[in-house]
């Protein structure tokens, strides 16, 4: 890259998304494209002839408002303008300017090269012997090796950037990606985003790569399960990432799949819970998990011997053993008659989890790397409610989707720990019990980033644990808080691996 600069900015030729033909369609990987150049954080455009279709140029023009990108109208013979005027909408300050164009050389090509543009060729029809030859360009046979080049000149401009390549569903992808957390663009503490796709090789792509942040729990295709232990079975594809991970473990990986693996049995997770008895503090309350009970067998007679030695009273709420990952794993019931056990439709086996009465307040408490947030929301009513509720129907079962939850009203404000004192005295939350109990669990879970809910139970005031998640969106956290802490993380564990300061 000229000078070591930055990409300050990025545009594409018609010719490189769109099909040489007379259609407005779009060439292969196009759309995947430019959704990554969209959020990219690095100015982007589409640049076209005069004299192009009525119809093409419409449809581009269509194209820049839906990915919010500028266009550029070029004229071949006074290819200067183009070339100001580009200049002068980003203001780059010495940034380098990414002009990708295919392999006819269509675009502002060469004339841009004296400017001090860097040209990368795409070879969109397969006839690229000449462009290989040509040293002044970038050459590329795919338009989905655009986003790792550009990571790949990003690091070029500076030493102490880290490349970041994550994977995950194409949604969760998009939600992160939308809040500004997957940038192109080299973030305040170096750190670029690389977007890994199975439709190149991945461990090509994992070798350029520092850093490797996944949602595994999206992947998961089964779990198998023996009298001892359970075993994880992940796709096709994840089981791809795991085989070339293996081949270079000097790679930083938020987190290592081992590590996932509580998040994912409610058993285990409620178990390691249990050690929170142990945690010091000075607090006047206490912060536990519920109180559970693993069922294998819904006809047990024995159920309400069980209940009674587990501390169990009834209402208690029956969730799935496998949190994640798999089908009706959020199928969850709120059981109200020990006999209504008998042919439960929830999974087995299955988690027989105490209901804490909390006010109709949930505290959604999120973790990452050593920076702890929380946001409140409204929650289930309590017991006494819902068996009013549930007399109508006889005291049957009450079967939900966790994801879609019981009807509930809309999220309350989302708060930063140390900065919400009128909440505190409001809701009775200790920030500092639930504090060492967040560190407490990351330091056992050996997890990055990590969520966890909080209910307060009337009464005794008990800060009771109900679920732990791994990679949650923190959504309720707003952007520019959440955002930089999430980098923070992400680079204090490439530089603890690394076995360097932060």
Same mark, same amino acid.
């Given at each position: 890259?000229?000078?070591?600069?930055?990409?300050?900015?990025?545009?594409?030729?018609?010719?490189?998304?769109?099909?040489?033909?007379?259609?407005?369609?779009?060439?292969?990987?196009?759309?995947?494209?430019?959704t990554?150049?969209? #959020?990219?954080?690095?100015?982007?455009?589409?640049?076209?002839?005069?004299?192009?279709?009525?119809? @093409?140029?419409?449809?581009l023009?269509?194209?820049?408002?839906?990915?919010?990108?500028?266009?550029?109208?070029?004229?071949?013979?006074?290819?200067?303008?183009?070339?100001?005027?580009?200049?002068?909408?980003?203001?780059?300050? *010495?940034r380098?300017?990414?002009?990708?164009?295919?392999?006819?050389?269509?675009?502002?090509?060469? @004339?841009?090269?004296?400017?001090?543009?860097?040209?990368?060729v795409?070879?969109?029809? *397969?006839d690229?012997?000449?462009?290989?030859?040509n040293?002044?360009?970038?050459?590329?046979?795919?338009?989905?090796? &655009?986003?790792?080049?550009?990571?790949?000149?990003?690091?070029?401009?500076?030493?102490?950037?880290?490349?970041?390549?994550?994977?995950?569903?194409?949604?969760?992808?998009?939600?992160?990606?939308?809040?500004?957390a997957f940038p $192109?663009?080299?973030?305040?503490?170096?750190l670029?985003?690389?977007?890994?796709t #199975?439709?190149?090789?991945i461990?090509?792509? &994992?070798?350029?790569?520092?850093?490797?942040?996944?949602?595994?729990?999206?992947?998961?295709?089964?779990?198998?399960?023996?009298?001892?232990s359970?075993?994880?079975?992940?796709?096709?594809?994840?089981?791809?990432?795991?085989?070339?991970?293996?081949?270079?473990?000097?790679?930083?990986?938020?987190?290592?799949l081992?590590?996932?693996?509580?998040?994912?049995d409610?058993?285990?997770?409620q178990?390691?819970? &249990?050690?929170?008895?142990?945690?010091?503090?000075?607090?006047?309350?206490?912060?536990?998990?519920?109180?559970?009970?693993k069922?294998?067998?819904?006809?047990?007679?024995?159920?309400? =011997?069980?209940?009674?030695?587990?501390?169990l009273?009834?209402?208690?709420?029956?969730?799935?053993?496998?949190?994640?990952?798999?089908?009706?794993?959020?199928?969850m019931?709120?059981?109200?008659?020990?006999?209504?056990?008998?042919?439960?439709?929830?999974?087995?086996?299955?988690?027989?989890?105490?209901?804490?009465?909390?006010s109709?307040?949930?505290?959604?408490? #999120?973790?990452?790397?050593?920076?702890?947030?929380?946001?409140?929301?409204?929650?289930?009513?309590?017991?006494k409610?819902?068996?009013?509720?549930?007399?109508?129907? *006889?005291? @049957?079962?009450?079967?939900?989707?966790?994801?879609?939850? &019981?009807?509930?009203?809309?999220?309350?404000? =989302?708060s930063? %720990?140390?900065?919400?004192?009128r909440?505190?005295?409001?809701?009775?939350?200790?920030?500092?019990?639930?504090?060492?109990?967040?560190?407490? $669990?990351?330091?056992?879970?050996?997890?990055? %980033?990590? *969520?966890?809910?909080?209910?307060?139970?009337?009464?005794t005031?008990?800060?009771?644990?109900?679920?732990?998640?791994?990679?949650?969106?923190?959504?309720?956290?707003?952007?520019?808080?959440?955002?930089?802490a999430?980098?923070?993380?992400? @680079?204090?564990?490439?530089?603890?691996?690394?076995?360097?300061g932060?």
């Amino acid at each position: 890259m000229a000078g070591g600069n930055q990409v300050g900015g990025i545009l594409v030729d018609s010719s490189v998304i769109l099909e040489s033909n007379e259609t407005t369609s779009l060439r292969p990987g196009a759309h995947w494209l430019l959704t990554k150049l969209r #959020y990219s954080n690095i100015p982007t455009g589409l640049s076209y002839a005069v004299g192009l279709s009525e119809v @093409k140029a419409s449809f581009l023009e269509k194209l820049s408002c839906e990915y919010s990108l500028k266009h550029f109208v070029y004229n071949p013979s006074c290819i200067d303008d183009t070339i100001n005027a580009v200049s002068r909408a980003w203001q780059n300050n *010495g940034r380098s300017i990414l002009h990708v164009v295919s392999n006819k050389y269509e675009g502002i090509f060469p @004339k841009s090269n004296s400017f001090g543009w860097v040209n990368v060729v795409v070879n969109v029809d *397969g006839d690229a012997d000449g462009v290989r030859k040509n040293a002044t360009v970038i050459f590329v046979e795919k338009l989905e090796e &655009l986003p790792l080049t550009i990571c790949e000149l990003n690091k070029q401009s500076s030493k102490d950037n880290v490349i970041v390549g994550y994977i995950m569903k194409p949604s969760r992808e998009e939600d992160f990606a939308k809040r500004g957390a997957f940038p $192109l663009k080299p973030t305040e503490n170096g750190l670029t985003f690389l977007p890994l796709t #199975y439709d190149l090789p991945i461990l090509s792509q &994992l070798k350029k790569v520092d850093i490797v942040i996944h949602k595994a729990t999206d992947e998961i295709s089964s779990i198998e399960r023996s009298n001892s232990s359970s075993k994880i079975i992940y796709t096709s594809r994840m089981l791809e990432l795991q085989r070339c991970l293996g081949e270079l473990p000097n790679c930083c990986v938020i987190d290592p799949l081992d590590n996932i693996f509580p998040v994912v049995d409610r058993l285990k997770i409620q178990e390691i819970l &249990l050690g929170l008895s142990d945690l010091k503090t000075e607090s006047q309350h206490k912060i536990r998990g519920a109180y559970f009970l693993k069922v294998d067998n819904y006809e047990d007679l024995n159920m309400e =011997a069980r209940l009674h030695e587990a501390k169990l009273s009834l209402p208690s709420i029956v969730k799935p053993q496998v949190a994640c990952g798999v089908a009706d794993a959020h199928s969850m019931a709120i059981v109200f008659k020990a006999e209504d056990f008998v042919g439960l439709s929830v999974p087995l086996p299955a988690i027989v989890q105490e209901y804490v009465d909390h006010s109709s307040t949930l505290f959604k408490f #999120y973790v990452l790397g050593e920076k702890v947030f929380y946001a409140i929301k409204n929650s289930t009513p309590n017991a006494k409610i819902l068996k009013n509720s549930s007399e109508k129907n *006889g005291f @049957k079962p009450l079967l939900f989707d966790s994801l879609k939850s &019981l009807p509930i009203h809309g999220n309350k404000k =989302a708060s930063e %720990i140390g900065d919400c004192s009128r909440l505190i005295e409001q809701h009775d939350l200790d920030i500092g019990l639930v504090t060492s109990a967040a560190n407490y $669990l990351r330091r056992i879970l050996d997890l990055t %980033i990590f *969520g966890f809910d909080v209910v307060i139970q009337e009464g005794t005031r008990d800060h009771v644990i109900v679920d732990v998640n791994y990679l949650p969106s923190f959504k309720e956290v707003p952007n520019e808080t959440a955002i930089p802490a999430f980098w923070d993380a992400i @680079k204090m564990k490439y530089q603890l691996k690394k076995g360097v300061g932060h």
